[in-house]
């Protein structure tokens, strides 16, 4: 079956330091890679999206960047944080268009 | 453009009533929806989909959903509500078109609040 792991669960990070969020895909290929930030509980920002290796569309500007290196790999960076980049992440994968997301456990970064 | 309207920040039920949240779409093409739940401090959980077929749609924990084309909506309703049916549900949309990544769209949340 397939699962999708994110890590870590909760992040503290001072402002100014960088970022990395790694999300992995198993028992499955070629799959569709998305990372969500949802801000005070509510509302889902789609932030990048991923059809292939390497290929990276991004939603809105800001001061994040997406990777994929690897085909089941998705990973969220940021070389500076701001105080504004807090918030829950979360990353999630798809198939066929007629199958929804599987999301990830998400993470909740801190910037103090 | 996709949309997704989730008209009601929160929804209050007593235990054992009846629940319905509500949601309706706009899209091109014939529409793949879809709901979620979000327990605190966790990432969201399928319940239920319609793609093609039978309007009403019977999910997890007891949820369906009934797809209504002509008023574009997509309701999330059970028929008696629990205490832990609480949570944030969301709605969400996808195009039967194969673009973009095959996003999903979604509504903006709508909180459920049981009281026993």
């Known amino acids: 079956s397939q699962t999708i792991h994110q890590w870590p669960a909760t992040l503290v990070q001072p402002v100014g330091s960088p970022l990395s969020l790694e999300c992995t895909v198993e028992?499955?290929?070629?799959?569709?890679l998305y990372w969500y930030r949802q801000a005070a509980g509510r509302g889902l920002q789609l932030l990048f999206y991923?059809?292939?290796?390497?290929?990276i569309s991004s939603e809105v500007p800001q001061n994040l960047s997406a990777s994929r290196p690897q085909d089941r790999q998705f990973i969220l960076s940021s070389k500076k944080l701001l105080l504004s980049d807090s918030g829950f992440y979360l990353c999630?994968?798809?198939?066929?268009?007629?199958?929804?997301?599987?999301f990830g456990s998400g993470t909740r970064l801190t910037v103090v | 453009a996709q949309s997704v309207a989730q008209p009601e920040d929160q929804v209050n039920v007593a235990e054992g009533n009846p629940l319905t949240v509500k949601c309706t779409y706009s899209v091109s093409g014939n529409p793949y929806l879809f709901w979620y739940v979000q327990y605190p401090n966790r990432g969201l959980q399928f319940l239920l989909k319609?793609?093609?077929?039978?309007?009403l749609v019977k999910g997890s924990y007891g949820f369906e959903a009934e797809f209504n084309k002509s008023q574009t909506s997509f309701h999330l309703k059970k028929p008696s509500a629990l205490v832990s049916d609480s949570a944030l549900y969301f709605c969400?949309?996808?195009?039967?078109?194969?673009?973009?990544?095959?996003?999903?769209?979604f509504g903006q949340g709508t909180e459920l609040s049981v009281k026993p």
């Open positions: 991923s059809v292939g290796i390497g290929q």
């Open positions: 319609y793609i093609t077929g039978d309007n």
């Open positions: 028992g499955t290929s070629n799959p569709n």
């Open positions: 969400a949309v996808r195009a039967s078109l194969y673009n973009q990544g095959g996003k999903l769209i």
């Open positions: 999630a994968w798809s198939g066929h268009v007629i199958y929804g997301y599987t």
